[in-house]
């Protein structure tokens, strides 16, 4: 201990690293230690066993016809990233900064040359990054059977899904990470965004159909009642990306076919886009104002 | 929930001896006028006119190849034969040729360029008497394509008729038969057009004909005896629609994602006594939709054989539907695979006779004694399917988790099963195998190219696993707030 | 190379620190001393821009609050105790604060061996011992030799020798030109390490005083800290103050103020008394204050 080693002298004044330098350490960090994580390969492969599951149903299910059943096949996939997406995305944003906190490391880091947006923009890059992977390998091994089943399925359909359920999580994320920022302890962070998850999975859509059929709402207000969720608005882009109409979700899909047409994909891609940005907003607007303890 | 299926390779064999045949049957389709090099200088006008003056009754009158801009009225019996590449130009304004003699015969011709005035209802190619053949043409940019009025026993042949670009409520019909009794229409090709439409004609057969982007592919009006085999119909409104008619026979047709509005690949409307085999109808939002049908209780509506798959709602009963039986028929991967409109019942339809019932992709039973036939009853009563039957707004709600919770909800708790819609008493294990003229549309061959997304999918995935594991040691496993706190040193 | 001026930050309705001015120059070295909750962590945390506080705190001209990365650069930091990425290989961890330094790539060996962690590169951070961890922490703040070293309590973790050696690395660089701001508790730490004591008390900085007076009048103030079995503990307190001497009962036992030149008296009157003294302790006035009753305010809680 008492070798001290040489230290050169005092005085060199060094400049900060910049704000993208510093934004990709911290994002290269928090993505290995996700990668590294239980959780990450405990989602990666669920994802991956139910989407196969789903590929292999419907790629024997083709029937007499021959023909594929890749409508199908999106449904379920579309079904299984709207179970497992926003759970994954969630938990992992909720647990990130809550448990820097409560390890002493968030005030540890942010005692460092660094600033506190760097650090939780670094973070979302790095979950980010290990969210696409995790979307990447499930939907490509997907894409691989049915390729091998011999489906005839269009593949901008696969890449498509795939960069939608990445544009979902990078919105679950962005909660998931406005939740961490509200938590002093990470267990209440992924409780609570679990609690969230229940919420927009299913009590927001079953609280819509009471409505639809208690208050005989109507279509347009439905329809914009259901942009308001998250999970609503991935699905009908989703739909609306492959079919280029929403005609299978019935008189309100009709009506938003019709009613603006190929401006869906600006309304949806606004909505998603409000469900990355405001609650990242929020989260980084809470971390400069508390302090980090 | 798995179709046990172990055909699809043969089916798979037949698409692959018969597809070059329909490769070339296209074609010959597609190449009516024969290709010479184009013409653009403007023939003499009203030289059509005098050489058709100058005719006798029997004369072929063979064109040569060149741009004719006048109106053309064939009023005595000859055949009128494009040599090369004649195009007959209405230059945007009103009809093109009109048919007043019977027996006329038209070959060959590019007839184009129609005026847009739906109330003048201007036509390339109008026949208003008997035992015309309308045969080879093409038609492009018309608003009303071939309109037989009075013309019975005339033949439409191999024709292909493309619609002008506009609105669906401002396009004509591409083919049209008013009173035209024994009229064959076979091998013709309609796009882009309105509807392909038969008023008052009965004994009409149509055949291997194609349509698609229209709104109605196929439309009977009043049209009685009417046989409908091995056309396809794909991504119009409506496949084909009858319509108060009766001794309609559709066979071995091809129904592919007709998605309007209404949206049905066949729909029945107050049809009697008519019989769908065989036909092959998927990715329709509606696969048949029955309205009052059959008409009458002379003979049952007879639906055997058919493949209804990957449709939003396999079959749609209106309440008003009764009397229809439904044998051997695959229903595979609809969303719904049975709907009833409102609250109406299906106690007038029979999804089985005797031993034979249909194959069901949601079939959950099993057959022990290996006869092929479930051991268990197949009903339909899934909870969601029931909602969305009453409260078709709910359809928005559809692949979402929340429509499994309910369908769950349905299955744990009897007091809210919905009665079951309908029962399969011999549901089949497996699907029937049936041989199809192969289809226009479908592409085929993407697999290669799926194959390649998933590979760079993984390799994305992999790419960046990889970056992240680089440097770092494999270990799994993270452990919140475990700090030591043994204090000691070394 | 610190100015702190006029510092106030409240929890809540409590101030934590209030009115704090201190100036140290390039090379000074000085000691927080107070009781826990007067305010030494709480004024760490402020110099490093962790709590929101008003007033103004530079370091090296840069204004903490404004320019805080440019401002923490200067500055190394060895926190109380800290929860590092537990699944972070400790070469990796040297590597990953370099990189927020500015390094382009961190020495990782050379780093560790000068704070004695020769051999431990490859481990985790979860299989180091405190004061291992304690180790790495200040390996860490040393990367890129910074002008300042602000340390909040580093040795309480540590068991005596660990501690000795850490003093010794500290004095070494506080000699080399270092700028140390710690917060203590421990007179010998303050002793060797410090050039002047910032006192604290209640938030407030009672005063500023150079290291030497300061040392002494602790040892003026001196408080015997006598721990002795409960049941004769009321008889010692009557024996003491018979000669004199101004005991008080405390949970453990006794806390007896002596005279610097008198310290072992104590000792003498209960060993007549064949009172047995289980062990002892000479604390600071401030600190005796404190002991038994004392609750740890919010601020200091790891």
């Given amino acids: ?293 | 929930m798995t179709p046990r299926c172990v055909h699809v390779p043969c089916t798979l064999v037949v698409c692959l001896v018969l597809g070059p045949w329909g490769v070339a049957q296209a074609r010959s389709v597609e190449q009516g006028a024969p290709a010479t090099p184009v013409v653009s200088a403007p023939a003499e006008p009203g030289v059509l006119g005098r050489r058709i003056a100058a005719a006798g009754a029997g004369d072929i009158i063979e064109v040569e190849a060149g741009v004719y801009t006048e109106r053309i009225r064939i009023n005595k019996p000859v055949t009128v034969v494009a040599r090369g590449r004649a195009v007959l130009d209405g230059g945007g304004n009103g009809d093109i040729v009109e048919i007043t003699a019977p027996g006329v015969t038209l070959r060959g011709f590019t007839i184009r360029n129609t005026g847009i005035d739906l109330d003048q209802e201007n036509t390339a190619v109008r026949v208003l008497a008997p035992r015309a053949t309308i045969e080879d043409n093409t038609l492009e940019d018309i608003l009303f394509g071939i309109d037989l009025r009075e013309a019975p026993d005339s033949i439409v042949r191999r024709n292909t008729i493309g619609g002008k670009a506009l609105d669906i409520a401002r396009r004509g019909d591409g083919l049209r038969l008013w009173r035209s009794d024994r009229t064959i229409i076979e091998r013709n090709t309609i796009h882009n057009g309105r509807d392909a439409i038969v008023w008052y004609s009965a004994d009409v057969e149509v055949r291997n004909n194609y349509a698609y982007e229209c709104r109605y592919g196929l439309h009977l009006m009043f049209s009685d005896r009417v046989t409908i085999t091995e056309n396809e119909f794909s991504r119009n409104s409506v496949g084909i629609y009858l319509m108060y008619s009766a001794r309609v026979e559709l066979r071995q047709n091809r129904l592919i994602g007709n998605r309007g509005p209404s949206g049905y690949g066949i729909g029945l409307k107050e049809t009697d006594q008519f019989s769908v085999r065989e036909n092959l109808i998927v990715g329709n939002r509606a696969g048949v939709y029955i309205d009052g049908s059959p008409f009458t209780d002379k003979q049952p509506g007879v639906f055997v054989r058919n493949t209804l798959a990957y449709n939003d709602i396999g079959i749609t009963f209106l309440p008003s539907a009764r009397g229809n039986e439904l044998t051997d028929n695959n229903f595979i991967d609809n969303i719904d695979q049975v709907s009833i409109a409102g609250r109406g019942s299906l106690d007038a339809n029979r999804f089985w006779k005797g031993e034979r019932g249909n194959f069901w992709s949601d079939y959950s039973g099993y057959d022990q004694n290996r006869d092929g036939v479930g051991d268990f009853v197949h009903e339909s009563r899934t909870l969601f399917e029931n909602l969305m039957d009453r409260e078709p707004a709910l359809r928005l709600f559809l692949f979402s988790p929340a429509q499994q919770a309910i369908e769950f909800v349905g299955r744990a708790l009897p007091a809210v099963r919905p009665e079951a819609k309908f029962t399969d008493e011999v549901p089949l294990m497996r699907p029937v195998s049936i041989e199809f003229v192969p289809g226009h549309g479908e592409g085929r061959g993407t697999s290669r190219l799926l194959l390649i997304s998933g590979v760079v999918l993984l390799g994305l995935g992999g790419g960046i696993l990889a970056s992240a594991r680089d440097g770092a040691r494999d270990r799994i496993g993270r452990h919140p707030g475990a700090v030591g706190r043994e204090g000691e040193i070394g | 190379m610190i100015r702190i001026e006029n510092i106030a930050m409240r929890f809540g309705k409590t101030a934590a620190v209030n009115g704090v001015s201190l100036h140290l120059d390039s090379g000074d070295s000085v000691a927080l001393w107070g009781a826990n909750g007067a305010g030494k962590t709480t004024l760490i945390r402020c110099v490093l821009g962790l709590l929101r506080y008003r007033g103004r705190i530079t370091l090296g001209g840069h204004d903490v609050r404004r320019h805080g990365k440019r401002a923490r650069l200067l500055v190394g930091y060895v926190p109380q105790e800290i929860g590092f990425y537990d699944d972070l290989g400790v070469a990796e961890a040297v590597r990953f604060f370099g990189r927020l330094k500015g390094l382009s790539h961190a020495d990782a060996g050379a780093t560790l061996d000068r704070v004695g962690l020769h051999g431990h590169e490859h481990k985790r951070i979860r299989e180091l011992s405190g004061g291992m961890k304690q180790r790495l922490a200040l390996a860490i703040a040393l990367l890129g030799d910074p002008a300042v070293l602000v340390l909040d309590e580093v040795t309480a973790s540590l068991d005596a020798v660990g501690r000795g050696e850490f003093l010794a690395l500290l004095e070494q660089l506080s000699g080399m030109g270092r700028t140390l701001l710690f917060a203590s508790h421990r007179i010998e730490e303050v002793a060797s390490l410090a050039k002047r004591v910032a006192v604290l008390e209640h938030g407030r900085l009672k005063e500023v005083v150079p290291c030497g007076d300061f040392a002494a009048r602790i040892a003026r103030n001196a408080v015997l800290h006598l721990s002795i079995a409960a049941p004769i503990r009321k008889r010692a307190v009557e024996l003491l103050s018979a000669e004199g001497l101004a005991p008080q009962l405390n949970g453990a036992g006794l806390l007896v103020p002596v005279a610097p030149e008198h310290k072992a008296v104590p000792f003498r009157i209960l060993a007549d008394a064949h009172i047995p003294v289980d062990d002892f302790e000479l604390v600071s006035h401030e600190h005796a204050a404190r002991i038994g009753t004392e609750r740890m305010p919010e601020e200091d809680r790891p």
């Avoid at chain 1, 890749?70 to 900064?97: D, E, H, K, Q, Y």
């Fill in chain 1, 1 to 293: 201990m008492s070798a001290l080693g040489i230290l050169p002298t005092v005085g060199v004044e060094r400049t900060p690293p910049s704000v993208l330098r510093n934004t990709m350490t911290i994002a290269q960090r928090e993505l290995r230690e996700a990668v590294r994580s239980r959780w990450f390969l405990l989602y990666t492969l669920a994802f991956a066993v139910l989407g196969l599951a789903v590929s292999f149903v419907s790629a024997s299910g083709s029937g007499g016809s021959g023909l594929s059943g890749f409508g199908r096949t999106t449904a379920g996939l579309v079904n299984i990233v709207l179970l497992v997406v926003p759970l994954m995305a969630l938990t992992a944003g909720a647990a990130s900064i809550a448990s820097d906190r409560e390890r002493g490391m968030l005030s540890y880091v942010f005692a460092q040359p660094v600033w506190r947006l760097e650090v939780l923009l670094g973070k979302y890059i790095g979950l980010a990054a290990s969210l696409l992977a995790s979307l990447s390998l499930g939907l490509g091994a997907c894409a691989v059977i049915l390729a091998w089943k011999g489906i005839a399925a269009r593949p901008a359909s696969i890449v498509w899904l795939t960069g939608l359920s990445f544009a979902l999580a990078l919105g679950m994320l962005s909660v998931g990470m406005l939740i961490s920022a509200l938590a002093r302890k990470a267990s209440v962070a992924v409780g609570t965004a679990i609690f969230v998850w229940l919420i927009l999975v299913f009590v927001s859509d079953l609280a819509l159909m009471a409505g639809t059929v208690a208050l005989r709402l109507r279509i347009e207000e439905l329809f914009l009642l259901s942009l308001l969720n998250p999970l609503q608005v991935f699905k009908m882009w989703t739909l609306h990306g492959v079919d280029a109409t929403l005609d299978v979700l019935g008189p309100a899909g009709l009506y938003a076919s019709e009613e603006y047409g190929a401006r869906l994909h600006v309304m949806f891609g606004a909505f998603m886009l409000a469900w990355v940005v405001l609650p990242l907003s929020a989260a980084a607007a809470m971390l400069s104002r508390r302090s980090p303890l």
